[in-house]
């Protein structure tokens, strides 16, 4: 390969790999690591697993991935690290590439890893630069699938260009935090000021006016074989072309973990103390340079990975001890059947430790929202969880079920758990599921329930249907209803109207911030409609909860329209003197689904059980 070429290649931030020692032989890591990471290593005998695999982005291009992940299987408690490789003709499967090397480490300290063949490492003489967003999000919506809600981009020189363009395009919440190995040039200003203003001018000005004919137009060849259609050229190298790390570095606010070795003339002196100084949006950025190393950082392939193992850690994203999830079944006393999952300690169930049953809110079930992220979370701390579905589970469960039927399908998880040792059982409900923990208790007495934690409670529903619909409008549903029944229509006619959000008086005691109300609509069969909304109906709540005379922790947000008007507070008072609240609040304080507060919210639960039984 000429010079000229190796030049090109480098203003890029790419160096073709050697022929080093296959990274799958990367030795164990030396013990120098936090109590997290010692508790997160498999055994150093345990290589790491790995499946080769396909996603496909929203504009139809199939892209290889290669997953990593530690012997043990998949966590998907801790973070999963994305890795976005360096420029053309380089993939994940290569010796000496980070994505290969840094990925087997990590599996070794117990996160799972995706390596990434972005369309620039085939086609990146036809594609646009921007375009390769498409493929990070399609990697990033794969992991969430697999059910990680922690990811973290590791790009690697040209890779580290596209982990902040994406961020800077995006603002994706699911990304954690940001690596970038040996970081990119600004590869636009870099080509300019190795080729000189005269020639890069005039290259801009051929492809400029061959894109303004149409049709692909002579190829620009910056040898070795990169070369570029006029209209991809100036997309990456173009005066207005968005590949400069530099400027998009400024649109992270992700924690930054940036890295490079004292022999990459790819990265000069002083450039991570430059980037660190324009990523103005970090609040939390470290820097390693490794001596010796070169562009491949190959050379610190060992301390790389525990650095990146430490920083992760630090961040509160290393892998927490594994969960064994079951599913399980039970059977109602009519003999509907019934399923759940059951969350247990990879260590075994601690029947000192009370156990806990969750209920999901209205439309939901054990697949989506709170019971998986919660009974996942509460198992990792050591408990163990059942994430339980009744008759009522998913939307046609709400369509067409009564809240009378409820008591018996959660006699049988209690029965479930009571069988299988836990004498202790803290009931958990979402939504409506804490409503129907309380009807439950109100009608049953049951006490092998010793406490119940209510995520953002459902209201009195009867008063909020009339609030909601207004007089009129709820009359005529509720004649409509009622007529329905007496003429044995009951289970078969929908009862269709208009349910806008309802708005209550603001507060003071607890302050809401509240996007505009939106429309809305009942879904139900006549009978279903009278169980919960009807003028009869038992599901009043601030009632039933009075009849459950055990510890209660209500919890609620400032972005969750249910709990205006200071009903939290109204609730927590009327469930008595063995009650509390905690309340999210602020401009971003939690809505109903407690986004974003998942770990905190089962620090809370789990700080008030500990003082509670």
């Keep these: 390969?000429?010079?000229?070429?190796?030049?090109?290649?480098?203003?890029?931030?790419?160096?073709?790999?050697?022929?080093?020692?296959?990274?799958?032989?990367?030795?164990?890591?030396?013990?120098t690591q936090t109590p997290v990471q010692a508790q997160a290593r498999a055994p150093a005998d345990a290589a790491p697993a790995f499946e080769l695999g396909t996603v496909t982005t929203n504009d139809g291009v199939t892209l290889p991935?290669?997953?990593?992940?530690?012997?043990?299987?998949?966590?998907?408690?801790?973070?999963?690290?994305?890795?976005?490789?360096?420029g053309p003709g380089i993939n994940a499967v290569q010796p000496n590439v980070t994505s290969r090397y840094v990925a087997t480490g990590l599996a070794r300290l117990g996160y799972t890893s995706l390596s990434l063949e972005p369309r620039y490492a085939q086609s990146y003489a036809f594609s646009r630069f921007d375009d390769t967003i498409n493929d990070v999000r399609a990697a990033v919506d794969f992991l969430q699938v697999r059910g990680f809600s922690n990811i973290v981009l590791a790009g690697h020189g040209l890779g580290s260009l596209l982990a902040t363009r994406y961020m800077a395009e995006t603002a994706d919440g699911r990304i954690k935090a940001v690596a970038a190995f040996a970081p990119s040039t600004d590869i636009a200003e870099a080509w300019r000021a190795s080729m000189g203003e005269e020639k890069y001018w005039a290259t801009v000005e051929s492809a400029s006016k061959a894109?303004?004919?149409?049709?692909?137009?002579?190829?620009?060849?910056?040898?070795?074989?990169?070369?570029?259609?006029?209209?991809?050229f100036l997309d990456w190298y173009g005066p207005t072309a968005k590949t400069s790390l530099t400027a998009n570095m400024a649109g992270v606010d992700k924690p930054l973990f940036l890295a490079a070795g004292d022999r990459d003339a790819a990265v000069p002196k002083g450039r991570l103390e430059r980037l660190k100084a324009v990523a103005f949006l970090?609040?939390?950025?470290?820097?390693?340079?490794?001596?010796?190393?070169?562009?491949?950082?190959?050379?610190?392939?060992?301390?790389?990975?525990?650095?990146?193992?430490?920083?992760?850690?630090?961040?509160?994203?290393?892998p927490p001890p594994r969960v064994v999830m079951t599913i399980v079944d039970a059977t109602a006393k009519d003999g509907t059947p019934l399923a759940g999952v059951l969350y247990t300690p990879a260590a075994g169930a601690d029947r000192t430790r009370p156990a806990i049953l969750i209920a999901h809110g209205w439309t939901s079930d054990i697949m989506r929202g709170t019971p998986h992220w919660l009974g996942q979370r509460l198992a990792q701390r050591g408990y163990t969880v059942l994430a339980f579905?009744?008759?009522?589970?998913?939307?046609?469960?709400?369509?067409?079920?009564?809240l009378e039927d409820i008591p018996q399908d959660i006699a049988a998880w209690v029965n479930f758990m009571?069988?299988?040792?836990?004498?202790?059982?803290v009931a958990a409900g979402h939504s409506t599921g804490a409503l129907w923990f309380s009807y439950y208790l109100s009608e049953t007495k049951d006490t092998r329930l010793k406490a119940a934690v209510y995520l953002a409670p459902m209201r009195d529903m009867p008063t909020h249907a009339r609030t909601a619909m207004g007089e009129d409008r709820y009359a005529r549903a509720v004649l409509e209803a009622g007529e329905a029944v007496r003429d044995g229509m009951g289970s078969s006619r929908l009862i269709n109207t208009p349910f806008p959000q309802a708005t209550y008086e603001e507060d003071a005691r607890q302050p809401m911030v509240l996007s505009v109300p939106g429309s809305g609509f009942t879904y139900y069969y006549a009978d279903s409609f009278l169980s919960y909304w009807g003028p009869n109906s038992k599901a009043v709540h601030t009632r039933l909860v009075a009849n459950a005379p055990i510890p209660i922790l209500a919890v609620g947000g400032s972005r969750d329209p249910l709990m205006q008007g200071a009903y939290l507070i109204q609730f927590t008072q009327a469930a008595g003197e063995k009650a509390t609240y905690i309340f999210y609040g602020g401009a971003t304080g939690a809505t109903n689904s407690f986004d974003g507060y998942e770990t905190r919210l089962?620090?809370?639960?789990?700080?008030w059980l500990r003082k509670t039984l």
């Design 1 to 31: 390969m000429t010079r000229a070429a190796l030049t090109l290649f480098a203003l890029m931030g790419i160096v073709l790999p050697d022929l080093g020692p296959a990274a799958a032989q990367v030795p164990a890591q030396s013990s």
């Design 65 to 86: 991935i290669v997953m990593t992940y530690p012997a043990s299987g998949v966590n998907t408690g801790g973070a999963a690290i994305l890795h976005l490789p360096d």
């Design 211 to 232: 894109v303004s004919t149409g049709g692909r137009g002579e190829f620009i060849d910056l040898g070795d074989g990169l070369i570029f259609t006029p209209a991809s």
């Design 282 to 318: 970090s609040k939390r950025i470290e820097i390693k340079y490794y001596p010796g190393a070169g562009h491949d950082l190959t050379a610190a392939r060992d301390p790389l990975i525990a650095d990146v193992g430490a920083w992760l850690a630090k961040l509160g994203l290393a």
């Design 389 to 402: 579905e009744t008759r009522a589970s998913g939307f046609r469960g709400v369509v067409k079920g009564k």
């Design 418 to 425: 009571s069988a299988r040792g836990h004498g202790n059982l």
């Design 602 to 607: 089962t620090d809370d639960i789990i700080s």
